[in-house]
């Protein structure tokens, strides 16, 4: 979380981040497999929190993302109606992974199109608080990824005077996470999405990149290794 390197060394009692390790899926590669834990941790937990039940609806903004682009694949895992909302240029990919419906927040606001879910999880922190708890379902589920300080406390008071529940999101790092969703990406009921890969001495410009905001699902940083035997 912050730097980069092609070898690292573990510590003999590593800490509880640390420790977050599993066996590559086999049916897929290292670079793949990268982009697992980083947003595919994340989304299960917050959906398994949520405890989604078939037939319900679920709402993601920022579905075009890490997080949502996983969050999209375990919501119609859990046999949800997805809607995913992101920008113009990442919505036919969300249908590609299995959106039901997708809303270009440029052109429309889903706060005010008058439809309603049973839960609604922004990945990124951008949706008014007030209004989407407005197009949440009575005794729905409203989870943010990243509410900041005011917003926090906000959904804290809220949980507590309202029929509807605000969630405090945790990212879920444990190593039975990453089995689970190892054993989801062996069945073939997920799969990471890889926007670019980049070298390793490109990484500030892997940088540039995903700042702009433009990626979709996730980006990959390689390292080639020259083994000798």
């Given amino acids: 979380?912050?730097?980069?390197?092609?070898?690292?060394?573990?510590?003999?009692?590593?800490?509880?981040?640390?420790s977050v390790m599993g066996?590559?899926?086999?049916?897929?590669?290292?670079?793949?497999?990268?982009?697992?834990?980083?947003?595919?941790?994340?989304?299960?937990?917050?959906?398994?929190?949520?405890?989604?039940?078939?037939?319900?609806?679920?709402?993601?903004?920022?579905?075009?993302?890490?997080?949502?682009?996983?969050?999209?694949?375990?919501?119609?895992?859990?046999?949800?109606?997805?809607?995913?909302?992101?920008?113009?240029?990442?919505?036919?990919?969300?249908?590609?992974?299995?959106?039901?419906?997708?809303?270009?927040?440029?052109?429309?606001?889903?706060?005010?199109?008058?439809?309603t879910y049973d839960v609604i999880l922004d990945t990124i922190g951008k949706s008014s608080f007030s209004s989407s708890l407005r197009s949440l379902d009575e005794n729905g589920t409203y989870l943010n990824a990243n509410?900041?300080?005011?917003?926090?406390?906000?959904?804290?008071?809220?949980?507590?005077?309202s029929s509807k529940k605000v969630i405090s999101w945790t990212a879920g790092y444990t190593a039975n996470n990453l089995l689970a969703l190892t054993e989801l990406i062996e069945a073939g009921k997920i799969k990471p999405v890889i926007d670019r890969r980049y070298p390793l001495e490109q990484t500030a410009e892997a940088h540039r990149y995903v700042d702009s905001g433009q990626k979709k699902g996730n980006v990959v940083i390689t390292v080639e290794h020259n083994y000798q035997t």
Avoid at 1 to 18: D, F, H, Q
Avoid at 92 to 114: C, P, W
Avoid at 152 to 158: K, L
Wanted: with cysteine.
């Fill in 23 to 115: 066996k590559k899926p086999v049916n897929m590669s290292y670079e793949e497999a990268a982009a697992v834990p980083f947003g595919g941790l994340e989304a299960l937990h917050s959906l398994r929190k949520a405890n989604i039940q078939r037939g319900q609806k679920v709402l993601i903004v920022g579905a075009g993302g890490s997080i949502g682009t996983y969050a999209v694949q375990l919501a119609k895992y859990y046999g949800a109606e997805v809607t995913g909302v992101d920008h113009t240029e990442k919505l036919e990919m969300l249908r590609s992974i299995g959106a039901d419906h997708v809303i270009d927040y440029t052109q429309e606001d889903f706060t005010k199109n008058g439809q």
């Fill in 1 to 18: 979380m912050g730097t980069y390197a092609e070898y690292m060394c573990p510590a003999e009692k590593p800490s509880a981040l640390a």
């Fill in 147 to 161: 509410p900041g300080l005011l917003g926090g406390v906000r959904m804290r008071w809220t949980s507590k005077r």
